[in-house]
């Protein structure tokens, strides 16, 4: 093969499968997937979830992973060798190197929060509001009105008299005068907001005119000596959103993060296969095993009653409802690099002697292990601090979870080290998706290494800063991506391996490496069968985004 010498190629199937767990392993891990997982009730969904990523995720892998290696090609030329040179499948390359270099210019800028937010930490800013902030913050009257309802909620949770209490909550609009003496009514309103301290300012949102009371005990408190230090604590949740929101609007700053990620990235990647990629996959990929063990058997320590545990395995199962499978469906996709070809540009420079199946085997199961330890390490903190995930983006990690963490034991260094975790897992996905970009200019353009890197991360760079500048521009790209680009692009793969590519090809990987002909019969199946069908309700569900 000399093609295989001047491409170079992962040294062993560790180095591969280390590079492509590395891939695999991402945001979608430590964030999405605890997330949805949340969302669809926990247990049951976990069941589901598995269940599509042996039936759908490992075929597809198989399928991407040897179309590489047979091919020993990018994207676009891997179906030019095997289906000849006008193959219609071309294009589906070209939608994948077209997906690799959507998905990275934001998932750069993404991945730069992550290290402001590792800074942040490592300053401990998360436990209260700077001093010096907390009188300019408290010129606002925005935050005012926050203030005062904090402050409201504080005093009613305080053992009051009677009298008093019904007063309160008179006043409040909570109770009328006419159920003022019903009892059982006035138990349940207290019951509710002893419960949850945030209830209550939810409740008076409502009401446009702040209650007298609110400002009463607000006036109270700031006569007290130490009101300036209580603020900066009553502040923070509102100050924590506030300045993340500032931060990713801000535009130069995570300018400068954006830009010193992609430096990183490209310095990597232009080491080539075996002295960038699996060396740094290679190094990094166990200090990301070791964070995440560490932090979910620490969060499985604090979590007493094991609440997290039981969620993952019994959950809610009431909350499971049709759309829960086409997530989970599309969540595999996503999770396991799939549908854009990064599996396949990993797989061409895989060894000849290396098993697919075997390989693939491996990343998908480490790819399982680490989103299943996720869930371990986030859930007890949700599930202790009360914290419900009320939004789906992406802003939770940067907001409201930093504010628990450093209430770990351990907190500020936990925050630090949780940053590093996100930094990490986003590099080794971000190395692979310019390694798709690159691996096709070099293979379609003839240019050398070194000039397909500068080209392919330069021009990443630059389609990235409109995302660095603007969160709606950023989301759009995410959800053009993974909607429509990922959906698309697995479907055509899978059809491609089930229908079009050489069936002895694929046959021969498994036969070759001594793998039943049971597993060969059921992959075949699953290509030909069951992911086209899943897949395009995946893509229907995407495009029309029914349920969400
Ligand atoms: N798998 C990555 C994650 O879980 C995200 C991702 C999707 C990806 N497609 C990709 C990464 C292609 C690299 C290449 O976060």
Not at 103 to 126: K, N, P, Q
Not at 140 to 168: C, G, L, S, T
């Amino acid at each position: 093969m000399q093609e295989n010498k001047s491409r170079g190629a992962f040294s062993s199937k560790l180095g591969f499968v280390l590079a492509a767990a590395g891939s695999a392993v991402g945001l979608g891990n430590l964030w999405k997937f605890p997330y949805i997982t949340w969302e669809n009730g926990g247990g049951i969904f976990v069941l589901v979830y598995l269940v599509c990523i042996v039936l759908v995720g490992f075929p597809v892998m198989i399928a991407e992973i040897s179309i590489g290696k047979v091919s020993q090609k990018d994207p676009v030329g891997a179906f030019k060798v095997l289906d000849g040179i006008k193959s219609p499948f071309r294009f589906v390359g070209m939608l994948g190197v077209f997906g690799g270099f959507l998905i990275l210019s934001y998932y750069s800028v993404v991945a730069g929060w992550s290290m402001e937010y590792i800074v942040r930490s490592g300053a401990d800013s998360f436990r209260a509001v700077p001093r010096q902030e907390v009188s300019t913050l408290m010129q606002k009257e925005e935050m005012q009105d926050y203030a005062k309802k904090r402050i409201f909620a504080m005093q009613i949770q305080k053992p009051q008299p009677d009298n008093i209490k019904e007063e309160i909550l008179l006043d409040a609009g909570l109770i009328q005068q006419t159920t003022k003496k019903d009892a059982i009514y006035y138990d349940q309103v207290n019951e509710q907001y002893s419960k949850n301290l945030d209830i209550l300012p939810e409740l008076l949102k409502k009401k446009k005119k702040l209650a007298k009371w609110q400002t009463y005990f607000y006036e109270q408190f700031l006569k007290k000596k130490d009101a300036k230090t209580k603020l900066a604590k009553i502040l923070l949740p509102k100050y924590s959103e506030q300045s993340f929101i500032d931060f990713i609007s801000n535009g130069k700053k995570p300018l400068f993060w954006h830009t010193l990620f992609m430096l990183i990235t490209l310095l990597i990647v232009i080491g080539g296969i075996q002295k960038g990629i699996e060396k740094a996959s290679k190094f990094i990929m166990p200090i990301l095993f070791i964070i995440v063990g560490f932090m979910a058997i620490n969060s499985l320590m604090l979590d007493k009653e094991q609440e997290g545990i039981r969620f993952l395995l019994i959950g809610m199962p009431e909350k499971l409802h049709g759309y829960s499978i086409l997530e989970a469906m599309g969540h595999a996709f996503f999770t396991l690099s799939l549908g854009m070809g990064a599996m396949l540009t990993y797989g061409s420079y895989m060894q000849k002697h290396e098993s697919v199946v075997k390989s693939a085997f491996w990343v998908t199961f480490l790819d399982t292990v680490i989103a299943l330890a996720a869930c371990l390490m986030i859930f007890p903190i949700l599930f202790v601090y009360h914290l419900h995930p009320e939004s789906g983006s992406i802003g939770i990690l940067f907001t409201s979870l930093p504010l628990e963490l450093v209430k770990l034991p351990l907190g500020m260094m936990m925050a630090v080290i949780f940053y590093i975790l996100v930094f990490l897992a986003a590099l080794t996905s971000a190395i692979s998706l310019l390694e798709v970009v690159v691996t096709y200019l070099a293979d379609e353009m003839n240019f050398s290494r070194i000039k397909s890197t500068l080209i392919a991360a330069l021009a990443i760079y630059l389609a990235g800063v409109p995302s660095a500048f603007s969160g709606d521009f950023l989301t759009m790209a995410d959800h053009f991506a993974s909607r429509f680009v990922l959906p698309i692009g697995g479907l055509l793969i899978a059809i491609y391996a089930g229908y079009r590519m050489d069936k002895e090809i694929l046959h021969k990987e498994f036969t070759d490496f001594g793998i039943s002909e049971k597993v060969f019969r059921f992959f075949y199946f699953s290509v030909r069968y069951i992911t086209p069908v899943l897949v395009f309700l995946v893509f229907l569900t995407g495009i029309i985004g029914f349920g969400k």
